[in-house]
Structure formats: structure tokens, C-alpha cells
């Protein structure tokens, strides 16, 4: 009954061939087609030669029965052997004749940096591409394709050429996802001459670039996954890094914060991080974390120094290490831009000149309503309209447009201003319009922690503060603007002053003017430090580190690239000069470095020798989450997407390159089938020798 399945499951590359079975007619017409002649011999007694002669014609016709079995049966085998018999392999696919074109794809992340019993992920996959590689033909062509998409993969190689390729792929920090990978081995692999086409994914399969499940893949392609799992996923690193104040200055005390994650099963119970600004360790902080969790660490320093200061933090964890050290980098000489609008009745000194000129953090451009200059308007931070008597068409306009830039709008009415022109300024603006004016004489309500506005300017808000006195406010109309926020009300509930977001700026709008007239808040002790946080949160965020292998977008203020000269993105050891390609804008310049970074560390931004910004770049974290699918898992993506041309082979010890063969064109039985074929002659030249 096995015998029978087994020719049940056996098939052909060249089924014609089996006309040539016919042959075995051969042999039988001379078996019995051949008479011979014999001579009587006569004797006196016969009986014993009848006896003899019986004897001899019965062993005759066993012999020849035996040698005509042994010539078909050797025919049958070589005619079999000549249509390639096979048993089709477990994932159905028929043996196909004629030169193959094999694509192989070695996931080379920092990610397969990990290891189980066999040695790093990385070397695994690197020894099971070569096994399938030998496993194939002279004759055959191979693409070896890493995560670093370099054109000299974007050819197909001998199999000696192949097999030197795999040997110099290194660890690399470029990360692809799975389905541009697919994609890009088949755009190359389809353009192959060769009648056979086939793709294996050599991967430790992480789930975050792993996209099997959202990827199209090209259903024409027969594609081999070969997922290498590690023993542990375990891997610390750290994730992130932020001050707690938007400004960083020289000789003041810093805190700031680092976000560090465990993407693995086992606690870390003692750990430690250091903390190096230019080049010497000023913190360190020690931190526990569970599994699959995060936790934050803060450092506590001083800056020391002036300008451009680059640090790191650093932890220790094996085996994936590339995550294990974060660079960042700040300027402590940062100003702040402000240009003041003073209306027709507003002094030439007051409150707010008072406050920016004896701050050297500030730089301070002044001007009057009758001749503004709009110039400023493309440079400055904060934009401070104080008390003007009307807001033109003209102004909203440049209102508007420096509003898409960002930074911060304060308004301060005039107690005599045009109210019509103020309103319809505000509405533009999506600000409470102005109403009737109250000459109530009230105080402020304690400043909300609610709020957030505030949040670290007090260490205790008492019962009995002394509060701001104001005698003459407007009542704001707010109608349809829900997203105005209130930051401080007069005792009486009405606003005083409160915010909205309106593009890409934060505008701030005053109930009363500034001025002993309508009160004593320009003169009280909550005037500074509404004003510093007002300007403080108006800077515009520079990233403390950016990501090598993408397209970064940087940017540089009040257009300090522009010139004849490019900007420069220049590694501090100059091992590396790039010009990035740059955009001006009316906020500065815009540079995108269009992934020719890939080395992490310390850069800056250089025109004609000057340093305008410090840089850090650091590898992308997407590649920490060390979480990778499993063969079950893969098997039910496969079927749930009803990837037929997919097929899915477990990494064992032992060489993959036959068990790709067998399910890649089934078992080939045409060597049995020629070793039969010999047998079965050798077994009749012993018949025809032995039996006489």
C-alpha cells in the first residue's frame, strides 16, 4: 500500500519523456521472437535424456525470464530518470527546469546584534544565507540585499561572488521595514532573465519593522521567511532627554530629565546613568526598573559654560549596546527678541523697557505705532503691542504672518484706543472682543496653579498675598472663542489676562492698560515674572538631539544661513562636512540633511567658518524594541492574508539548504531512478555469467 501511495504522490519536470517507456517492447519482441534451431541427436534410451531435457528447458526459461525482467526494468529506470521524477514539497510547489534568480534579504539592524545558543542573530542569519546559496547551482544568480540599500546590491552575482558578499555585510544602523524590502527585492529580482524567481528574508523579525500583516507583498514571487529568534529579549536603553525650563543659561542650576525604558521579561534591579557635559561626568542618578516598563531619571548640574555645551548620558547593557548612550546638545547664550510697539501715549521709558534693558538675556527693539517697522516682525520672538491707540488692517495683516512663524503676541489696549479697530483685530484673531469698560476699583484673584502658567514662580501661594490693584478694565466679550484661557480674574470673576492658540503663536491679551492710570500691575512684584514667562515660553523649541539615517529638518533664526555661502553641517573632529539642502524663509532657514548623517555624536552648523548651532545626532530608537514575531505567529499572518506564494522555514541547527531545495522543487528521485537503472544491469550481466 506505501508503494502505491508513493507512486500516487510521485510527478514529473518532463512527463513526455514517458513515451519513451515504448522502448520496453524492445527487448520483449526479441524474447519472443527469438527461435533457434536444434539438431536431433538420437540415443537408445531416451528416458533419462526426456527426464534432462525438461530439466534444462525449465531452467532456460527462467533465465530468460529474469534477464527480459532486468532489461525492462532497466529501460523503465532510465527512461523515469530522464523525466526528473520528483515528490512535490510540503508547501506544494512543483520543481521548475531552467536557471534560478534567488534574492536574499540579511536583516543587518542593531537589533540581531542579540544572541541565543547558536551565537549573535546576525551570524546565524548570515550562515543560513550562504547554506542556501551553496545549495543552489553554479549556474544560478543571487541579489544580496542588506538593510543598507546600496547600489552594489542592485546586481545579481555568481554563487563565489554571492558567498564573498554575505561575508562583508556588517552591523549597520539603517532600519527598513519589511515591505520595502519586499519591494525592493522585487523591482530588482523581476527584471532577472531567469525563468525561476525566488526571495528569502533571512530576519530576527521585530515586530516594529516586521509589517507583515499591513504589507503588500507581490503574490507572483515565491518568498521564504526564516525568522532567528534569540534566547532572551532583554534590552535597557535609553529613550529620551528634556530640561525642565525652556532656557539654558551659564552659572545657573539645570535639571534635566532622561526617560529610560526595559523592553525585556527580567527586573533590573540596580542601575546606574551618567551624565557628561563636555566631556566630564558632572551627575550620576541610579534608577530600578520592571519588566516592559519605563521610569525617568533627573540630573541636577550647573552650566558653567558659555555658548555651545554638548553632553551625553550613558548606561551599560549587553548585548545590545548601540542604545546605551544618548548625545544631546544646547546653547546657553540664547535671546530673546522682542520688539515693543508703544502707542502715541506711552513713554519712552516704562515698565517693559524697564524689565528687557537691564537683562542682557533680552534683546530689545522699540518703536512707535506711527513707524513701525515691519522688519522686526520676521526676527523677534515676542511681539508686545502696548497701548496702541487703533489696530489698522495693515498690522493684523502682519499680525497674521508672523503668527505661522510662532513665537508670542501680548496685546495691551489703551484705555482711549478705537474699540471698533481693536474688535475687529480680536475677532480676526480668534481673541475675546472688547466691551464696555469697568471703573471699578478691584484686585486679582491669587494666580491659579490650575493654570500651569505659573507653575514653579512660587514656592507657596499664602491667604493674605498682596495682590495687583486694578481700577479700570474692560469686559471681554468672548462669544464663540471657548479656547481663550483664563490666567488671572479680578475678584469680580471678569478676566484679566488670559491666552488662546492661534497658529502657530500664543497670543496674549490684557482686560486693562499698563499704566498707573488703570492700575498698579506694571509696578507689582507679579508684573516680572508674568512678562519673563510670557517670553521664556515664546522661544521657539530647539530639538536637544535629532536622528541619524532620516531626513532631519533643522532650523536656523533670523536667517543666520543666508549668505553666498551654504551652511555647513560639520562634525566637531571634522570627519565629516556636509552642505544640507536649505530653504530661506521669513523666519530664517530651514535645512534638511536628507539622511547624509549616519554617524551619532556632536555637530554644528558653520557659514564661513562662524558656528551658529550646536547639533546631536543619535542612532533611531525604533530598532530597542527587540520584540520579534514568532514562527506561530508568522504561520497565522501567512494564512489570515492568504499569502500562498509565502512559505515559512524554522531555524534549526542543522543545514537549511536541503530542506529549501525540497521545499522549494519537492525530492528529486532521478538519481535513484539511474542507480536503479545500473542495479538492474549489473543484476542481469550476473545472470547471464552465473546461471549457464
Do not use: M
Given at each position: 500500500m506505501a508503494k502505491f501511495v508513493f507512486l500516487e504522490l510521485m510527478t514529473f519536470v518532463h512527463p513526455l519523456f514517458l513515451w519513451a517507456l515504448l522502448a520496453v517492447a524492445v527487448p520483449v519482441i526479441i524474447h519472443l521472437f527469438n527461435f533457434r534451431k536444434y539438431k536431433k541427436v538420437y540415443f537408445t534410451n531416451v528416458k533419462f535424456l526426456k527426464e534432462l531435457q525438461e530439466e534444462s528447458k525449465s531452467r532456460s526459461r527462467l533465465k530468460e525470464l529474469l534477464i527480459l525482467a532486468c532489461r525492462c526494468l532497466a529501460i523503465s529506470a532510465l527512461v523515469l530518470a530522464f523525466c526528473q521524477p520528483f515528490i512535490p514539497g510540503k508547501n506544494g510547489n512543483a520543481a521548475q527546469s531552467g536557471n534560478n534568480a534567488i534574492g536574499l534579504y540579511i536583516d543587518n539592524s542593531f537589533s540581531t546584534q542579540n544572541v541565543n545558543a547558536q551565537g549573535p542573530v546576525f551570524d546565524i542569519a548570515k550562515l543560513r544565507a550562504k547554506e542556501v546559496v551553496k545549495a543552489y547551482s553554479s549556474a544560478d544568480r543571487f541579489q544580496i540585499l542588506s538593510n543598507d540599500f546600496e547600489g552594489r546590491h542592485q546586481r545579481l552575482l555568481t554563487?563565489?561572488?554571492?558567498?564573498?558578499?554575505?561575508?562583508?555585510?556588517?552591523?549597520?544602523?539603517a532600519v527598513r521595514r519589511l515591505s520595502d524590502v519586499l519591494k525592493r527585492q522585487t523591482e530588482f529580482i523581476s527584471t532577472a532573465t531567469a525563468p525561476n524567481k525566488r526571495l528569502f528574508i533571512f530576519s530576527d523579525a521585530q515586530k516594529s519593522t516586521f509589517d507583515l500583516l499591513t504589507a503588500k507583498p507581490d503574490?507572483?514571487?515565491?518568498?521564504?521567511?526564516?525568522?532567528?529568534?534569540?534566547?532572551?529579549?532583554?534590552?535597557v536603553f535609553i529613550d529620551s532627554c528634556w530640561f525642565e525650563s525652556p532656557l539654558q543659561q551659564k552659572g545657573f542650576i539645570q535639571k534635566l530629565h532622561a526617560r529610560l525604558v526595559n523592553k525585556g521579561n527580567s527586573r533590573l534591579d540596580i542601575g546606574s546613568a551618567k551624565l557628561f557635559l563636555n566631556q566630564q561626568q558632572v551627575a550620576l542618578a541610579s534608577f530600578s526598573l520592571d519588566a516592559n516598563s519605563n521610569t525617568e531619571v533627573k540630573f541636577t548640574f550647573e552650566c558653567k559654560q558659555s555658548g555651545f555645551n554638548f553632553g551625553s548620558i550613558k548606561i551599560e547593557d549587553y548585548p545590545v549596546t548601540f542604545d546605551d548612550e544618548l548625545f544631546f546638545a544646547f546653547n546657553s547664550e540664547v535671546n530673546v527678541e522682542v520688539a515693543l510697539i508703544n502707542g502715541k501715549e506711552v513713554e519712552a521709558d516704562n515698565s517693559f523697557t524697564a524689565i528687557f534693558k537691564i537683562d542682557s538675556i533680552f534683546k530689545l527693539n522699540v518703536c512707535k505705532e506711527q513707524t513701525i517697522d515691519y522688519a522686526l516682525f520676521k526676527t523677534c520672538d515676542v511681539l508686545v503691542l502696548n497701548q496702541l491707540s487703533d489696530l489698522s488692517s495693515g498690522l493684523l495683516s502682519e499680525l497674521i504672518k508672523f503668527s505661522n512663524q510662532g513665537g508670542a503676541i501680548v496685546i495691551i489696549p489703551s484705555a482711549q484706543g478705537n474699540t471698533d479697530s481693536y474688535n475687529n483685530a480680536l475677532a480676526a484673531l480668534k481673541l475675546p472682543m472688547l466691551g464696555i469698560q469697568d471703573s471699578s476699583s478691584l484686585k486679582t484673584n491669587k494666580p491659579d496653579d490650575a493654570s500651569g502658567f505659573y507653575a514653579g514662580v512660587f514656592e507657596k501661594i499664602e491667604d493674605r498675598m498682596n495682590l495687583p490693584q486694578i481700577n479700570k478694565h474692560y469686559k471681554f466679550s468672548k462669544g464663540n472663542q471657548l479656547d481663550f484661557e483664563s490666567i488671572l480674574k479680578l475678584q469680580n470673576n471678569d478676566d484679566f489676562f488670559g491666552k488662546?492658540?492661534?497658529?502657530?503663536?500664543?497670543?496674549?491679551?490684557?482686560?486693562?492698560?499698563?499704566?498707573?492710570?488703570?492700575?498698579?500691575?506694571?509696578?507689582?512684584?507679579?508684573?516680572?515674572?508674568?512678562?519673563?514667562?510670557?517670553?521664556?515660553?515664546?522661544?521657539?523649541?530647539?530639538?536637544?538631539?535629532?536622528?541619524?539615517?532620516?531626513?532631519?529638518?533643522?532650523q536656523l533664526k533670523n536667517n543666520a544661513g543666508a549668505g553666498e555661502q551654504p551652511p555647513h553641517i560639520v562634525q566637531l573632529n571634522n570627519s565629516i562636512d556636509l552642505i544640507p539642502e536649505t530653504r530661506l524663509l521669513n523666519s530664517g532657514v530651514q535645512m534638511f540633511t536628507r539622511n547624509q548623517v549616519n554617524t551619532p555624536g556632536f555637530y554644528e552648523v558653520r557659514r564661513n567658518g562662524a558656528a551658529l548651532l550646536p547639533l546631536a545626532f543619535n542612532y533611531s530608537r525604533r530598532e530597542s524594541d527587540l520584540v520579534g514575531y514568532t514562527e506561530t505567529e508568522l504561520a497565522a499572518i501567512i494564512s489570515e492574508k492568504g499569502l500562498k506564494n509565502f512559505s515559512l522555514i524554522e531555524d534549526t541547527q542543522a543545514d537549511i539548504g536541503k530542506q529549501v531545495l525540497q521545499a522549494d522543487g519537492g525530492k528529486k528521485l532521478w538519481k535513484l531512478f539511474i542507480l536503479l537503472a545500473l542495479g538492474f544491469i549489473i543484476l542481469e550481466t550476473a545472470l547471464l555469467r552465473l546461471l549457464k
Open positions: 554563487r563565489e561572488d554571492a558567498l564573498n558578499a554575505i561575508d562583508e555585510l556588517k552591523i549597520s544602523p503574490t507572483g514571487l515565491r518568498t521564504c521567511l526564516v525568522p532567528i529568534k534569540a534566547n532572551e529579549v532583554n534590552n488662546t492658540e492661534f497658529n502657530n503663536a500664543t497670543l496674549y491679551l490684557f482686560a486693562s492698560a499698563l499704566n498707573d492710570k488703570s492700575g498698579n500691575f506694571s509696578r507689582h512684584a507679579l508684573f516680572v515674572p508674568t512678562i519673563y514667562r510670557i517670553c521664556f515660553t515664546a522661544l521657539k523649541p530647539i530639538p536637544l538631539f535629532y536622528q541619524t539615517n532620516t531626513n532631519q529638518l533643522v
